[in-house]
C-alpha cells in the first residue's frame, strides 16, 4: 500500500529565504506526482506535476525534483513571500497499467512566511 | 471551463438527517473523485468514477454513505444517515490527461 510522507509537518520563514519542502513515497511504481497548494478553507489548487519519466519541473519560482527510484520529491521555493503561505501537498499517482488513477496524499507542510 | 463546481459550500444538519453533496466535473474529464479531508485523517480517497461507473469504493466508510453519477456532468454523494463523526470537508476533482484538478469543497458539520 502506498504511503506518502511530508516533512516537516510545519515551517516558518523569514521572508526572502529560499527554502524546500520534502516528500517521500513508499512504492517507487508511480505514474506520476503533483504538489498542490491548500490555503485555508480553500480547496487545492495544482501547482506542478512531475511525470514518472521526468526529473524536474518548473513554475515561477517553484521547482520540484522527482527522484523516482529512491521515492522522494522536493519542491524548492525561491526568494519566498507571505503570500506563499499555504499548506503544500504531495499526491502521487498509481501506475494506471495497474489499474489506478488514484492519487495518494501526504498530511501536507503548512508553511509560514513572515514579513 | 468554471473548474470542478460543487454544492452547497457549507451545510449544517442535525444528526440522523440526510446530506446531499453535489458535484460537477470539468467538461470532458472521463475520471470524477470524491475526497474528505479532517485534521485527524488528512486527505482521504472515498470513491472514484470513469465514464460514470463507480471503480473504487473501498475508501467509503459506511454503507451511510453512497455516491452516485448519473451522468457525465454531474455527481452526488449522500450521507443517510449523517453523524457527528462525518464532520468534514468534502471535496470533488475530476482528471483530464494528467492532473487532477479539485473543487472548492463542502464543509459539513452534523450538530
Known amino acids: 500500500k502506498q504511503e506518502v510522507t511530508q516533512i516537516p509537518a510545519a515551517l516558518s520563514v523569514p521572508e526572502g529565504e529560499n527554502l524546500v519542502l520534502n516528500c517521500s513515497f513508499t512504492?517507487?511504481?508511480?505514474?506520476?506526482l503533483q504538489w498542490f497548494r491548500q490555503d485555508p478553507g480553500k480547496g487545492l489548487t495544482s501547482l506542478l506535476l512531475?511525470?514518472?519519466?521526468?526529473r524536474e519541473q518548473t513554475s515561477g519560482r517553484l521547482n520540484a525534483s522527482l527522484d523516482k527510484s529512491s521515492g522522494r520529491s522536493t519542491l524548492y521555493i525561491a526568494a519566498s513571500q507571505p503570500g506563499d503561505s499555504a499548506t503544500y501537498l504531495c499526491?502521487?499517482?498509481?501506475?494506471?497499467?495497474?489499474?489506478?488513477?488514484?492519487?495518494?496524499f501526504g498530511k501536507g507542510t503548512k508553511l509560514t512566511v513572515n514579513p | 471551463d468554471a473548474g470542478v463546481i460543487q454544492s452547497p459550500r457549507h451545510e449544517v444538519t442535525e444528526m440522523g438527517q440526510e446530506v446531499t453533496l453535489r458535484c460537477k466535473p470539468i467538461?470532458?474529464?472521463?475520471?470524477l473523485f470524491w475526497y474528505r479531508q479532517t485534521m485527524m485523517r488528512g486527505l482521504e480517497l472515498l470513491i472514484y468514477?470513469?465514464?460514470?461507473?463507480?471503480?473504487?469504493d473501498s475508501g467509503m466508510p459506511e454503507d451511510r454513505f453512497s455516491a452516485k453519477m448519473p451522468n457525465a456532468s454531474f455527481s452526488t454523494l449522500k450521507i443517510q444517515p449523517s453523524e457527528p463523526r462525518d464532520s468534514a470537508v468534502y471535496f470533488c476533482?475530476?482528471?483530464?490527461?494528467?492532473?487532477?484538478?479539485f473543487g472548492p469543497g463542502t464543509r459539513l458539520t452534523v450538530l
Open positions: 512504492d517507487s511504481a508511480i505514474y506520476n
Open positions: 476533482a475530476s482528471l483530464g490527461n494528467f492532473e487532477q484538478f
Open positions: 512531475i511525470q514518472s519519466s521526468q
Open positions: 499526491a502521487v499517482r498509481g501506475d494506471p497499467q495497474g489499474g489506478s488513477e488514484k492519487l495518494v
Open positions: 467538461s470532458g474529464h472521463d475520471y
Open positions: 468514477f470513469n465514464n460514470n461507473v463507480p471503480i473504487d
